[in-house]
C-alpha cells in the first residue's frame, strides 16, 4: 500500500484500488490531488501487475468535485482545469478497465470522475450530481461530454440545468449507474466485480475500451476497421492462445493479461 497526502494506492489480486482520502473535505480535488492522481494512474498504465482500477472515496463521499476553497483564493490564473482535464483523459484512454465504486456523494467534477469510469456500482447511499450550475459555472471536467452518451441528452440537459441531485436508485433507473448495493455490502461487490474484469483478457478488454471510446463518432465502416485492427492484435496475445485451448479442453481460460 502506498499512502500519498490525498490518497491511498494499493494493488491486489490485480486489482489497483485507488481512494481519495480527504473525509474532511469530502475528497475534494484540490491540486495537489490532481497531481497525485495522474502519478497513479500513470503508474497503473506501465504496470503489468495491475490489470483494473477501482476508484472509491474515504469517509462518506465519493468526492465533492473541485475544492471551492483552493478556487476561492485563485488568482485568475488557475492550473487546476487543465491538471483535472489530464486526469480525466488518462483515465479515459486507460488501457484497462476502471471501476468507480461510488460510496456516497458525487457532484460536480466527483460525479465526471465517476462518469470516466467504465462501470459505475453504487452504495444504496450515493447521490449524483451535476452541481455546476449551483455556483454560476458550468460543467468543466468532462460531465457535458460524458453524461448524454450514457443516461441520454435530454436526462443531461435537465440533471446539469438544475443541478439536482439524483439518488442511487434513479441513477439505476436511468443506467447512471450498472448496480446499486446495500451500503454494508456494496464495498465487497465492487471489488469482486473489478476482480472479475482483472482476471480477463486484460488486452483484449483494453482495446474493446479503445474501440468503444474511438467509434463514438466513427462512421459504421471506420469502426469496422477499427475492430479490424483489434482483432489483429488479439489474435498475437497468448490470452487468445490459451482461450482456444481451454475451449478445446472443455475448461475455464486461465487468462494472464498477456
Known amino acids: 500500500m502506498t499512502e500519498h497526502n490525498d490518497l491511498i494506492w494499493q494493488v491486489d489480486d490485480g486489482v489497483g484500488v485507488l481512494t481519495l482520502n480527504r473525509p474532511g473535505s469530502m475528497n475534494a480535488l484540490r491540486s495537489a490531488t ?9 503508474q497503473a498504465e506501465h504496470d503489468p501487475s495491475v490489470r483494473a482500477v477501482l476508484v472509491t472515496g474515504a469517509g462518506r463521499a465519493f468526492c465533492a468535485g473541485a475544492d471551492v476553497n483552493e478556487w476561492a483564493d485563485d488568482d485568475g490564473d488557475s492550473t487546476w482545469v487543465p491538471m483535472m482535464h489530464d486526469v480525466m483523459t488518462r483515465l479515459y484512454w486507460l488501457p484497462k478497465p476502471v471501476v468507480a465504486a461510488v460510496n456516497g456523494v458525487a457532484v460536480g467534477a466527483g460525479c465526471d470522475l465517476s462518469l470516466v469510469a467504465d462501470l459505475r456500482i453504487a452504495s444504496d447511499k450515493a447521490r449524483f450530481g ?30 446539469i440545468y438544475t443541478g439536482r441531485i439524483v439518488e442511487a436508485a434513479e441513477a439505476l433507473d436511468i443506467g447512471l449507474v450498472s448496480r446499486v ?59 487468445h492462445v490459451e482461450a482456444l485451448k481451454a475451449s478445446v479442453d472443455k475448461r475455464a481460460p486461465e487468462f494472464t493479461g498477456r
Open 34 to 42: 490532481l497531481e497525485e492522481l495522474a502519478a497513479v494512474v500513470r
Open 130 to 159: 451535476e452541481a455546476y450550475i449551483r455556483l454560476g459555472f458550468c460543467p468543466d471536467a468532462g460531465g457535458s461530454y460524458l453524461l448524454p452518451r450514457i443516461v441520454g441528452e435530454a436526462r443531461a440537459m435537465e440533471m
Open 181 to 239: 448495493v446495500e451500503h454494508e455490502k456494496f464495498m465487497d461487490a465492487a471489488l469482486e466485480q473489478a476482480r472479475q474484469l482483472a482476471s480477463g483478457p486484460t488486452v483484449a478488454i483494453g482495446l474493446a475500451k479503445q474501440n468503444i471510446r474511438k467509434n463514438h463518432t466513427a462512421t459504421f465502416e471506420e469502426a469496422l476497421r477499427t475492430e479490424g485492427r483489434g482483432g489483429a492484435i488479439c489474435a498475437q496475445t497468448r490470452d
